[in-house]
């Protein structure tokens, strides 16, 4: 790395720990402090953090050992979990679980640290220690040593990283709208199946299609785990993507043989779950699966698969309001057997039927591009702090 420099993180920046004021004490909180958590961290979808859900007062600030750190600092979580960053673009304090970066803008250019941090994750984390939990001491983060080229240089790898992932978050919010668009289309076509507002006729699940309650195979009889056919349980279905995800665990051949199955095309819905909330939870099959007794499989009959599967999604709370228990929630197969849907014409439902399909070939190309831009900020991560500085 002819020109870079190898130095400690305590040499080219200011290391600032975060505390948490008494939660008991109501003055301390509801100010105008922002106070970032690693959670904060977590939902983020951009580099910058801009506000918090919650903030201190300047009372809540005193009693306690957190600082207020300067608008492009590098907030860096030091437990719980470790590893995730972020730039605040307003002054911030932070609780107990950071070590955060106040850079010194003659060394070290914030941006060119946030992604350093991101690119060293893992060496990061094999740093913590802790019984209970993992944690990166503030001694440990000050003694980490980072190789830097000038503060120029540092600024241009920071902004080729900037164009590849500004690329990347415009494709991932080009698939969260394609996500939400069939059931918008759904919606607009057809209206809520809670209030059927276009008067269509109804009819009972069992009335289009066959319902069929899954099994578990003895765990006791060797053998009936393996590979041979996928075997679903209800936290396999709650996923973003239209069809159902691949599942890790399945069945032999002699699993199968014993198990509950149905073909592609069919939709599964969970209707035994330990939340209420996890009820109606669906997805839809594009092969051969086997499934536990906790989800309900409907195999179409007279209806189209992807108009009955997305009237499930938008109507979810059809299945949750025929639940018979409310700690839990259960929806037997015979109350679930009478759940009344909307059942529009035939071709109506091809019609929109083919706007799905259509909707997910696009998401298929965009999810490849989406692989390809991962692939290219990779290459051009491990370019740039191996010294080439992200040119070709």
Known sequence: ?????????????????????????SAYWNGDICWATPKDLSELRGPYISDTPRKLTRAGLASCAAAVLPAGSVLFSSRAPIGHVAVNTVPMATNQGFKSFVPDPNRVHAKFLYYWLRRNRPYLEGLGNGATFKEVSKAVVSRIEIALPSVPEQRRIAEVLDRAEALRAKRRAALAQLDT????????MFGDPATNPKGWPRKSISDVATVITGNTPSRAVPGYYGTDIEWIKSDNINT??????????????????????????????????GSPACIGNAAMTDRE???????????????????????????????????TSGMKGMVSKSR??????MCPPIPL???????????ETLKVTHRTSLAELDALFASLQQRAFRGDGGRT
């Open 349 to 359: 439902q091809r019609k929109f039927a083919d706007r799905v399909v259509f909707a």
């Open 181 to 188: 668009l069939t059931q918008s289309i759904f919606l607009d």
């Open 240 to 273: 973003p993507d239209y069809y159902l995800t691949r599942a890790h665990e399945g069945l032999s051949a002699l699993g199968r043989a014993v198990a509950r199955m149905v073909p592609p095309r069919s939709i599964l819905v969970t209707c035994i779950a």
């Open 1 to 25: 790395m002819t020109g870079w420099r190898s130095v400690r993180l305590e040499d080219c920046c200011e290391i600032v720990s975060g505390s948490t004021p008494s939660t008991s004490e």
């Open 289 to 323: 699966v086997a499934f536990n007794q906790q989800i309900n499989a409907v195999v179409p009959r007279n209806v189209d698969s992807h108009f009955l599967y997305v009237q499930l999604l938008v109507g979810k709370r059809l299945v949750q309001q025929a639940s």
């Open 336 to 341: 679930f057997e009478r759940i009344m849907l």
